[in-house]
């Protein structure tokens, strides 16, 4: 995003700012009015929940944003992030983009990186939404036979221009590769009430159990079961 810094003495030799496209090879002492680019930008991850499974996709989406207040378009936009060792980057699927028209993607394979280009994006100031925003998403599956308690973490830096990069938020799952167990209390064979107690026990050793599902095999007089 770009914004307008506040006016202020400078003393220089050369300064040079990508988003006016200017150069100044003088010494030069004056009150100027510096262009450049900021942005709030965050990540986040599907299905929002603190632990998953080794056989469910996660999706992430990385969110940019041309502050309103800002008086310059945005003329490139790259993200970059470097893939957790927990997933498997051979799945790595592009799932979609705010520009697709403008931008590239590549995948770094031997230093774990994915980069996305948004090249010409001129990005506006968001002063009518959502026309100053940009995303971009992709899913990837956690690696096989990763341990449960294996956390899985991802962030990812959105530069603008040839501004330093900013880093987003970090977002965490952990990993629950064990399903749960149920005990069932053991009952006589033969019940002589109509109505009886069923007990049981589920366990599990991270994410918990959420629900169970209890099935009743009856036997009536005559022999047949429903």
Not at 61 to 73: G, K, R, V, Y
Not at 79 to 99: A, M
Not at 143 to 166: H, L, M, Q, V
Request: proline share 9%.
């Amino acid at each position: 995003a770009a914004m307008a810094f506040p006016a202020y003495p400078l003393a220089f030799h050369a300064i040079y700012n990508t988003a006016a496209d200017l150069v100044v090879e003088h010494e030069c002492k004056d009150t100027t009015r510096i262009v450049a680019s900021y942005d709030p930008n965050s990540i986040e991850v599907q299905p929002i929940v603190p632990y998953t499974n080794t056989n469910t996709p996660l999706t992430f989406t990385i969110h940019f944003e041309n502050l309103p207040q800002a008086n310059f378009p945005a003329e490139d936009v790259m993200i970059k992030l470097t893939l957790d060792e927990n997933l498997d980057i051979d799945s790595v699927t592009f799932t979609g983009s705010s520009h697709p028209d403008v931008l590239t993607t590549v995948i770094d394979k031997s230093n774990r990186t994915i980069i996305w280009r948004f090249t010409g994006i001129q990005l506006p100031p968001n002063q009518n939404p959502p026309e100053g925003e940009g995303w971009a998403q992709f899913t990837v599956m956690p690696k096989e036979n990763i341990p449960s308690g294996t956390e899985i973490t991802a962030k990812a830096e959105i530069r603008f221009d040839e501004n330093p990069p900013i880093m987003t938020n970090e977002v965490k799952v952990t990993v629950d590769s064990k399903p749960p167990t149920t005990q069932m209390t053991a009952l006589p064979e033969v019940q002589s009430r109509g109505v009886f107690e069923v007990q049981w026990e589920a366990q599990d050793d991270l994410s918990g159990v959420e629900t169970t599902l209890l099935w009743v095999n009856e036997e009536r007089s005559d022999g047949q079961q429903r």
